[in-house]
């Protein structure tokens, strides 16, 4: 059943305007005074989730974003920080883009926040998706494949530090250690210095195409799948493709065993009001996830209007209900949204983990309120015995 709440957080500033009728995204350009607020809105999230018992609150590594939708750049640096203002809560790493990292540099500062942080810190992996970022750290994200293959190797090489006393590696993009000589002999290994103390560490990746090729590297490595939200609608197709990928590997799965599933949701007392107090913020998120290929369905018509202002409405571009529909987002009462969690828990009796996350631009007054609200009304009804 389900039992543990977290939250995404992509680290977006609060915006003066926003919705169709606001600043298109790429005009979008804040001083670096603005864009440093984003720390004390991840602390204000942090410590408030913490004080609710959230059991997570996800983070997303970004970089060069100007714009204030996804600003922060380190996730363990972060990490180890909010565990010193926090108590309980686990802070994930909702994901390291493993392309934009040499694989023992990330393998080192985890094993670091995992010592640092008693634990708390959540391991978890991507490809990335943003060309302006991974291209300019010296990684292919346009060759996809390109992409998949450096980021197969790296991840191998990663487990193979946290996981081995001391290990070696001979592949297409790295041979570790070098065959140097070092105080008088042959370099032949490496020791990872630390390794984490929590092995075999738990580790998390998105679950976007659910190719049969991702889903078997993920269950060879024991990695989870975070479905949902701004990676894909909320789908049985990527669940049950999970259970079928740990099957081929022999093991037995529950259905949405090991899996997170992620919506964007808004309270208010009414449907109508929801979706009116929700939509500025969801046609934000069109605006930035759209030209990124995060909108599912969208036309290429239509996603050219959305990089205007105003008149999406005569361009057709879907709106937040359309979207509702998919169960990708929620807006609507607490009564709601605890009978559609109900549902998705008899749907799938292995899912422990669900994502409730708020949509970009959000004002952090919002934020707070939605987070209170949903853990006043909504977790109660799922706590052993409820």
């Known amino acids: 059943m389900i039992t543990k709440f977290g939250t995404v957080y992509a680290g977006h500033v609060d915006l003066p305007d926003m919705g169709q009728d606001a600043t298109p995204a790429n005009e979008r350009r804040f001083s670096n005074e603005h864009l440093a607020t984003v720390f004390d809105k991840t602390d204000a999230v942090a410590r408030t989730m913490d004080e609710l018992g959230y059991y997570v609150i996800w983070l997303a590594e970004h970089h060069f974003q100007h714009e204030g939708y996804e600003a922060l750049p380190n996730l363990l640096m972060a990490a180890v920080h909010l565990a010193h203002i926090t108590k309980q809560i ?104 630390p390794r984490p103390l929590r092995r075999p560490v738990e580790c998390w990746q998105p679950i976007v195409s659910a190719s049969t090729r991702g889903l078997d590297f993920m269950v060879k490595h024991g990695i989870k799948g975070v479905i949902g939200g701004g990676a894909a609608t909320m789908a049985e197709g990527p669940i049950h493709a999970y259970r079928e990928a740990a099957a081929r590997a022999g093991q037995s799965l529950k259905l949405g065993e090991n899996l997170c599933c992620s919506i964007f949701y808004h309270l208010a007392d009414s449907r109508e009001r929801a979706i009116r107090e929700i939509t500025p913020f969801y046609e934000e998120h069109v605006k930035m996830f759209g030209p990124l290929g995060f909108v599912p369905g969208i036309t290429p018509a239509q996603l050219e209007a959305s990089t205007r202002r105003g008149g999406w409405g005569a361009a057709g571009v879907p709106t937040v209900e359309h979207y509702m529909k998919t169960g990708a987002w929620f807006a609507g009462p607490p009564e709601d949204l605890i009978a559609y969690l109900k549902d998705l828990q008899t749907r799938f009796p292995g899912l422990e983990y669900v994502n409730v996350s708020i949509s970009m631009g959000t004002p952090q007054k919002v934020m707070l309120e939605q987070l209170r609200w949903f853990a006043k009304e909504v977790i109660p009804h799922f706590r052993p015995g409820a």
């Open 90 to 193: 686990k802070i994930g790493c909702g994901f390291n883009i493993a392309p934009m990292w040499h694989p023992l540099r990330l393998a080192e500062d985890y094993a670091t926040a995992d010592i640092l942080t008693k634990g708390r810190t959540i391991f978890g992996v991507g490809r990335g998706y943003h060309s302006r970022e991974v291209e300019t750290f010296g990684a292919p994200i346009l060759d996809a494949e390109a992409n998949r293959a450096l980021f197969e190797e790296q991840v191998e090489i990663i487990f193979k530090a946290f996981n081995q006393e001391s290990f070696s590696h001979q592949g297409k993009h790295y041979t570790l250690p070098p065959a140097v000589p070092y105080r008088g002999y042959e370099l032949r290994e490496l020791t990872l210095v």
